[in-house]
T-cell receptor, first 112, second 114 residues
Framework: DSGVTQTPKHLITATGQRVTLRCSPR?????VYWYQQSLDQGLQFLIQ???????AKGNILERFSAQQFPDLHSELNLSSLELGDSALYFC???????????FGSGTRLTVV | AQSVTQLGSHVSVSEGALVLLRCNYS??????LFWYVQYPNQGLQLLLK??????LVKGINGFEAEFKKSETSFHLTKPSAHMSDAAEYFC????????????FGQGTTLQVKP
């Protein structure tokens, strides 16, 4: 157990729907990062939050949004889902003064 | 801006043979470099990292990597492969001191043959 918890582990939904992925960072970590992993695109950085505020944005679609709450957990919202959104979504966390991330085990999203 | 290139999407070695996974980076600032491993149906686990100081970095499971600034490389090696090393390996670079985002390479799948 890495200490980063992601729920749900698996999600199957239909095109056009909206889903929410949840991430609880490791205790003491203020930064949360979201990544999308797919066969054709590899690991793509989506967005970073630090202590509740957006810190950096990557290749995140407008249909996707995220937030980090006061208790530091984060949610990634995916809407108007398309078949191409099927992927593994990873959350990672880090703490100030350390290097590198700790990853969660991911949420596998399948859009049918 | 930072980027990472991993040479070879698939590497196959025999058990007991040397493992060499190649990584080259591009960074406009002094880089922080990482290797992660991903086993099937699992998240990424940190193998080792280079931040500052000694350029030869030792990690878990007998892996090590050497930062070569002149070659902009950070290749991962292990003297003797085990079957349990079969996994996907990712090299990553960050240009920030701590909470900066990591940019990952495309990954290299390591196959270990008996």
């Amino acid at each position: 157990d890495s200490g980063v918890t992601q729920t749900p582990k698996h999600l199957i939904t239909a095109t056009g729907q909206r889903v929410t992925l949840r991430c609880s960072p490791r205790s003491g970590d203020l930064s949360v990062y979201w990544y999308q992993q797919s066969l054709d695109q590899g690991l793509q950085f989506l967005i970073q939050y630090y202590n509740g505020e957006e810190r950096a944005k990557g290749n995140i679609l407008e249909r996707f949004s995220a937030q980090q709450f006061p208790d530091l957990h984060s949610e990634l919202n995916l809407s108007s889902l398309e078949l191409g959104d099927s992927a593994l979504y990873f959350c990672a966390s880090s703490r100030t003064g350390s290097y590198g991330y700790t990853f969660g085990s991911g949420t596998r999203l399948t859009v049918v | 801006a930072q980027s990472v290139t991993q040479l070879g999407s698939h590497v196959s070695v025999s058990e007991g043979a040397l493992v060499l996974l190649r990584c080259n980076y591009s960074s406009s600032v002094p880089p922080y470099l990482f290797w992660y491993v991903q086993y099937p149906n699992q998240g990424l686990q940190l193998l080792l990292k280079y931040t500052t100081g000694a350029t030869l970095v030792k990690g878990i499971n007998g892996f090590e990597a050497e930062f070569k600034k002149s070659e902009t490389s950070f290749h991962l090696t292990k003297p003797s492969a085990h079957m349990s090393d079969a996994a996907e390996y990712f090299c990553a670079v960050s240009g920030s001191s701590n909470t900066g985002k990591l940019i990952f390479g495309q990954g290299t799948t390591l196959q270990v043959k008996p």
